[in-house]
């Protein structure tokens, strides 16, 4: 969340990103050449791209941050199994890829504060605003107590919990969202006050359960999460669609993910349940209109 309220975020091990840099002794000496598939990249020279390109920014950072004007002759092969524009922080996690193997590569690993600090940057290309908490969540690959502006937090799960995630396939458009959030805010000041006090009081609930691995306590916040969100008009039919599918087949709890407005929600598999549970959520979020689920456990 922002406007000083808390938010909490959780890694999911379940998809990743990778970055691999390697030696490139047949290309000129200071040029670092780009291979990512999913957007069209192939061994492209990584000056060739609008220096507002993503994955540009995050090499041009590194490199700023180390202060090294051009890199090693490599080649750098940039994959992801995250869905793209979905709610779970896929921009973050390339950045952080790209930026601990090529730095890692040139020698100077960078510490998790300046991962941060250059996810952070790239992140305001895909967002505008962003809040911070893909890029920490990611980076620290821990759970994550975030409020903007204040120290990261991150904290241990008591019991692990499993969540299955399900994507709507409508792109998620976090920036025009948080725009509209700002703005409906700016107009209603008492109300959007009210909105943000509850769903940060749900928040530090939601990480005291937790921390005490009383993940059973989670379900209805989620719940009620989500009925704010929607009041906040950043949810969408598709969300509520998967959000009413979930519960209707036996989840503890559900509610969107991200920004809001299309990509992924989540629903809380009943921790006393067995795994034949946790598909069932999935099938039926499949059934709902779901493009793809994931089933992740945290903490474990």
């Known amino acids: 969340m922002v406007y000083g309220q808390p938010a909490l975020a959780v890694p999911v091990p379940a998809v990743r990103a990778q970055a ?37 920014r995050a090499v041009d950072l590194t490199l700023e941050t180390l202060g090294i004007p051009r890199p090693l002759a490599a080649r750098m092969r940039v994959t992801s199994t995250i869905p793209v524009a979905a709610g779970l922080g896929s921009g973050a996690a390339v950045t952080v890829a790209m930026v601990r193997a090529l730095s890692g590569f040139l020698g100077a690993p960078l510490p998790p504060e300046q991962v941060n600090a250059i996810a952070y940057e790239v992140e305001k290309i895909h967002h505008g605003t962003p809040s911070g908490i893909d890029n920490t969540v990611v980076t620290y690959a821990k759970p994550v107590y975030f409020v903007r502006g204040e120290p990261v937090q991150t904290f241990q799960v008591g019991r692990p919990f499993t969540l299955v995630i399900a994507d709507t396939g409508v792109p998620a458009p976090t920036a025009q969202a948080v725009a509209d959030v700002r703005q409906a805010a ?45 009041d906040m008009g950043v949810s969408c039919p598709a969300l509520d669609r998967l959000v009413a599918a979930a519960k209707e087949s036996g989840a503890a709890g559900a509610k969107l993910s991200g920004g809001g407005r299309g990509g992924n929600m989540i629903a809380l598999v009943p921790p006393e349940a067995g795994p034949e549970a946790a598909e069932a959520i999935a099938e039926a979020l499949r059934a709902a209109g779901a493009v793809r689920t994931i089933v992740t456990t945290i903490g474990a």
């Open 186 to 230: 700016e107009a209603q000041p008492e109300v959007y006050r009210a909105l943000f006090t509850q769903i940060g009081k749900i928040a530090r609930q939601a990480r005291t359960a937790i921390e005490a691995g009383e993940p059973a306590r989670l379900g209805a916040l989620m719940d009620v999460n989500h009925a704010l969100l929607q």
């Open 20 to 56: 691999i840099v390697s030696a490139a002794p047949d290309l000129p000496a200071g040029e670092l050449r780009l291979t990512a598939p999913a957007v069209d990249l192939h061994d492209t020279p990584w000056l060739h791209l609008a220096p507002v390109h993503p994955l540009r």
